[in-house]
C-alpha cells in the first residue's frame, strides 16, 4: 500500500537515503530541503524547520500533493562543534531550535491528521553520541537526548491512537556531516566501532523503513541503534 511519507532534510546524505527507500518501495515521498534544489524524481519542498510559518507551509503543500502525511521522518539536523567554554549561546541555541524544537514543530504538525487518522508513524533521527556523550558536541549531544525523551512522552500520549514513535541513533555515517572530520579523527573513530568502519546512510534508512512497516506495529518508545555496535551498553 502506497503511504505519504514526509521526511525532513531530505535532499542528501541520510535524508536522502530514507527518502529513496521509501521511493523504491513504492510511497509517496515528500523531502524538506532548504538550500539549493530538491533531489530529482522526489517531490521536494522548501522548508527550514526552525521557521514555524515555512513548517505550515510546507505541510500544506504535502496535503495537496500526496494527502496527510501517515510517516514522518523528523531527519535535519546541523552540527556547530566546539568545546564548552568556547561555545556560544548562540553555537547552543542554534543547534538546539533546530535538532530538538524543530523536530517538535514538525512532529506536532504531523501529529494532527495523524490522530484524526487513528494512525501514523513517527521516526526521529538522534545519534549514538546523545547516550555517549560526545566531547566538542554539548550542544548536539543535547539535543539528540533530549529527542529520546520527547519520542518517549509521544510514544505514552500518542499510542493509544495507533501512533508509534521510534527513535533511530546512528553512529559515524558517510555523508557531508562527517567529511569535515579529518582523517586522523576518522581512523580514531573507526578503531572504537566494533564493525571497524562508518555505515552508509542506506544502513540507516533500512531501519527506518522497518519502523514505518507493519511488522514494526507493536515497536513504540524503542531506540534503535544503528552503529556498528559503538554505543553498546548505553
Ligand atoms: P547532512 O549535513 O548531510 O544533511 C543535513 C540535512 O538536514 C540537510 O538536508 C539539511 O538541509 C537539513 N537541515 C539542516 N538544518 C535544517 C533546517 N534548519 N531546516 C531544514 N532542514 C535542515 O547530515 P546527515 O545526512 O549526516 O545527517 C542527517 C541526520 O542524521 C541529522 O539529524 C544528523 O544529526 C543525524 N546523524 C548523522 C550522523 C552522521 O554520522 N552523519 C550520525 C548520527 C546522526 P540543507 O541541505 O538545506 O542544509
Known amino acids: 500500500m502506497s503511504r505519504s511519507v514526509l521526511v525532513t532534510g531530505g535532499n542528501r546524505g541520510i535524508g536522502l537515503?530514507?527518502?529513496?527507500?521509501?521511493?523504491?518501495?513504492?510511497?509517496?515521498?515528500?523531502?524538506?530541503?532548504?538550500?539549493?534544489?530538491?533531489?530529482?524524481?522526489?517531490?521536494?519542498?522548501?522548508?527550514d524547520i526552525t521557521d514555524p510559518e515555512q513548517v505550515e507551509q510546507a505541510f500544506k503543500e504535502v496535503e495537496a500533493a500526496q494527502g496527510p502525511v501517515e510517516v514522518l521522518v523528523a531527519n535535519a539536523g546541523v552540527t556547530r562543534d566546539t568545546l564548552l567554554l568556547r561555545m556560544s549561546e548562540e553555537d547552543f541555541t542554534s543547534v538546539l531550535d533546530t535538532n530538538l524544537t524543530g523536530t517538535f514543530r514538525v512532529v506536532k504538525r504531523a501529529s494532527k491528521a495523524m490522530l484524526r487518522a487513528r494512525k501514523g508513524r513517527i521516526v526521529l533521527i538522534s545519534s549514538v553520541v546523545g547516550l555517549l556523550g560526545s566531547a566538542g558536541q554539548a550542544n548536539y549531544a543535547a539535543s539528540k537526548a533530549g529527542l529520546v525523551g520527547f519520542a518517549r512522552s509521544l510514544a505514552?500520549?500518542?499510542?493509544?491512537?495507533?501512533?508509534?514513535?521510534?527513535?533511530?541513533?546512528?553512529?559515524?555515517?558517510?555523508?557531508?556531516?562527517?567529511?569535515?572530520?579529518?582523517?586522523?579523527?576518522?581512523?580514531?573513530?573507526?578503531?572504537?566501532?566494533?564493525?571497524?568502519?562508518?555505515?552508509?546512510?542506506?544502513?540507516?534508512?533500512?531501519?527506518?523503513?522497518?519502523?514505518?512497516?507493519?511488522?514494526?506495529?507493536?515497536?513504540?518508545?524503542?531506540?534503535?541503534?544503528?552503529?556498528?555496535?559503538?554505543?553498546?551498553?548505553?
Open 17 to 47: 537515503a530514507i527518502a529513496r527507500a521509501f521511493a523504491d518501495a513504492g510511497d509517496k515521498v515528500a523531502v524538506t530541503y532548504r538550500s539549493g534544489e530538491p533531489p530529482e524524481g522526489l517531490f521536494g519542498v522548501k522548508c
Open 156 to 234: 505514552r500520549e500518542l499510542g493509544s491512537r495507533n501512533i508509534t514513535v521510534n527513535v533511530v541513533a546512528p553512529g559515524f555515517v558517510d555523508t557531508d556531516m562527517t567529511k569535515v572530520l579529518g582523517e586522523e579523527r576518522r581512523a580514531e573513530i573507526v578503531s572504537q566501532v566494533p564493525l571497524a568502519r562508518y555505515a552508509q546512510p542506506e544502513e540507516i534508512a533500512s531501519a527506518v523503513r522497518f519502523l514505518s512497516s507493519d511488522e514494526a506495529a507493536y515497536i513504540t518508545g524503542a531506540v534503535i541503534p544503528v552503529d556498528g555496535g559503538l554505543g553498546m551498553g548505553h
